[in-house]
Every structure is written in structure tokens, then in C-alpha cells.
């Protein structure tokens, strides 16, 4: 629900532009869950992406739809739980039998989001981190983006690089690039140029940083602000946070210097729950990324549209990444039976800050870790069968297990959970992991 003291304010004008809003969905790395201002965190400053949600909404049950980078943006990018075709897993090593390269990545028939705004006249970009596949077949300009500048793989170096991997390359479209400077400034500088070059047609930006995942790189100047951080990792990711923040200042400057602000929606998220060993702040979360624990699946989650909604806006309602697509779809134009056709499974953002009421339940699967959480409720099981519930609103470090004292519960959101389950069609390929991810799931239950 949205707490009555930030209802949205409902200005005379139409909740919609009377042009397509510019759309800009900013999305990084493995961040912690308090290591931002307005999330609570203390150790360094962020103002500007807390300006995102301190313009805006702060989503305060967001979730991603995977607990790591690859499967969770493969869901984000085309609205559709990523389960749904296939993707369950990272394009990564470590699998149970090998995939033709070809074939190891975002599948193609699958429209992204930047093909679906495409045809509604968008022109589209991505910055930064892939990792939907390194093959040509799944390259950015070919799965719906026209401008691109970053990486096909899941991490590389934030410093320029002497012998690159293929998908460690800064490319820019088709061509490879050297990286003139540290690379989460350099992509927010690509990002303003694209805003300034396409400010008078309807825009859409894909900004997915690789920061803060490792390798925890940063500059000197930055580390030198963060000396009181006796923790040297720490301090790294503080200055590699830092970093972050000054850049999307500067993609957010231009919108504004550009005159924009009224007419671009700007999604600020992370790919998944904290890599804690990062020495990031999951803000007493249990579990961490990989997990299906809220450590792993709850992120920081705000959205931005001056003069639509009403600066410092709450909303406790559970939301995911899927309804990013859903929403900015919505706002392209798309309507009616062309609406429904794409398939997508999430929500509009826009009319739950109005104060519209779902009780829709989300899903979550990872080998043999499953979860659900609807309302105040979630569910976890392992190798198929229930193992934990919790009631999320009142105990959201899940410290009390309820399985055993509610039955009904735990019955119901059983069978809502199988029931999902049974729609999915067989991965299209498995990590030689994919049996043994309740080990770590009990281990962090262990450590309570």
C-alpha cells in the first residue's frame, strides 16, 4: 500500500504526456542494499541517485526476478519472467554440458524491450554490462538497440585494457574501443552524448554499470575521500559508489540542462541482492546474492517523472524488474490486443503510485531454490518441497519461521508456486551446481 502521508499528487494535467515520455532505466551491480542515502546508508554520499527517489517514488518492497546478474537482466530486458524461455541460469562456466556458443545466451526470438519500443519510434541505447550472450547473434544492435557502447560479458577491468577477452572489449555498436578513462564515468559521458544527439525524438536508455561487481577498482582521487574508512575494501567500494553516483548526476544534469525533465522517466535499480563479500551493506538482510533469501532478491527500487509524481512519494507495495518493461511499454503507446500479445508479466508502476491495489504474487526459481511471495507472505522451498515462510512486512530479515504454525498459508502459496512451475518450459542449459544451491541457502540460515 502507499502510505497515506505521501499519496501521489494528482496535478491538473493528464497523468500522461501528451508526447511519448523519454525512458531511462539506469540498473547496476551487485550493490548493497543500504550503501545509498536515501536507503539509510551513512559511510559516503550519494546525492544524486537519492535525488532519483527523493523527486519521486521509493519503491520499498522491489525485488529483481533473479538473484544473479545474467537471468535477472534477461528478465528486465524483455519483461517476461526469464524462466518463461528458458533462461534460468548465467551465460557462464560451470555447466552441466556444454551449449554451442550460438546458442548460449538471450534466446532470439524473444523481443528485448528496445525492439519493442523501436516500433513505436524510439531510438534506443544500451551502456555498459551485456551479458546476455557474446555470440553475434545476441549482440545489442541486433537484439533491438541502435547505439551501443560497453561489454558483452558479466565483468571486466574498470581501467583501460592492454589484451582484452571478447567480452571484456569496450565496443562501441560492432567496433572495439579503447577505454579512455575509468570506465563508470566514461559510460555515463556516452550516455549524455546520446541524450544530447536524440533530444528532440523520444528516447530510450539502457544504463547497466558494471559497477560496483568486482574487481573492486577505483581512482585515487575517489579513494582519497573515503580515508576515514579504515576497511581498504570498503573504501574501494565506497569510492567505487562514489563514482557511480557522480556520473548518473551527469546523465541526470543533461536531461535536466536539456530541458527533459517533464517528459523522461528515469528507473533507478540493482541486478540483484548484495555480493557481501564485497564488504557491501545488505542492511541486516539474510543471504546475499545467488540466494533466493531477501539478501539475494530485494534491491533498491525508485522512479522519477517531474510534475507526475509528487516528489518523496512511498510505496510498500512488492513490485519487481518486470514492471519496468510493462510501464514504459504502457507509456510507448502500446495498448490492447498489441498490449497483450508481447506477453509481458509485470505491472504498471505508474498506476501503483496512483493507489491501485494488486495482490499478485511473484516467483522466483534458481536449480533446486524456489520462492514466492505474495501480500505479506513468502514462501521457500528447496528440492521441491517447502522449507521456510515468512510474514515479509512484519519480519523482513526472516528470523521466524512460520511453516509449521500457519499450514494454510504455506498450502496455498504451495500450490500457487507449483502451479507456476508447472508453466516452464525445461532450462535451456543448467550449471553443474544447479542440485546443491539449498546448501547455501541453509547456511545462511544456519548463521542466525
Partial sequence: MIRPLFTLLLLTTSLFAKEKPN????????????????????????PNIDSIAKNGVNFTSGYVTASVCGPSRAGLITGRYQQSFGHEENVTGGLSKPVPKEKFGLPVEIPTLGTLLQKQGYVTSAFGKWHLGEHENFHPNKRGFDHFVGFLGGHRSFFPLQKAHHGHQLMIN????????????????EAVKFIETNKDKPF??????????????ATEEDLKSLEHITDKKRQVLGAMTIALDRSIGNVLDSIKKQGLEENTIVVFSNDNGAATYLKTNNGGLRGRKGTVWEGGLRVPYCVSWKGHIKPGTICDTPVNTLDVAYTFCKQAGYYGADFDKMKLAGTDLLELVEGKQTDRALYWRRGNTSAIRQG???????????????????????ANNLLESSPEKAKQ?????????????TPLWTKKASNSYHKQ????????
Fill in 23 to 46: 525512458l531511462v532505466f539506469i540498473v547496476i551491480d551487485d550493490a548493497g542494499y543500504d550503501d545509498f542515502g536515501y536507503m539509510g546508508g551513512k559511510d559516503w554520499k550519494t
Fill in 174 to 189: 560492432d567496433k572495439t574501443s579503447k577505454t579512455p578513462e575509468y570506465l563508470t564515468d566514461h559510460l555515463g559521458k
Fill in 204 to 217: 530510450f536508455v539502457y544504463l547497466a554499470y558494471n559497477a560496483v561487481h568486482s574487481p573492486l577498482e
Fill in 376 to 398: 505479506d507472505w513468502k514462501l521457500i522451498t528447496t528440492n521441491g518441497e517447502p522449507a521456510f515462510m515468512f510474514n515479509i512486512t512484519a519480519d523482513i530479515k526472516e
Fill in 413 to 425: 502459496l504451495f500450490s500457487k508456486l507449483q502451479t507456476w512451475d508447472k508453466t516452464l518450459p
Fill in 441 to 448: 541457502l541453509l547456511k545462511y540460515w544456519d548463521k542466525k
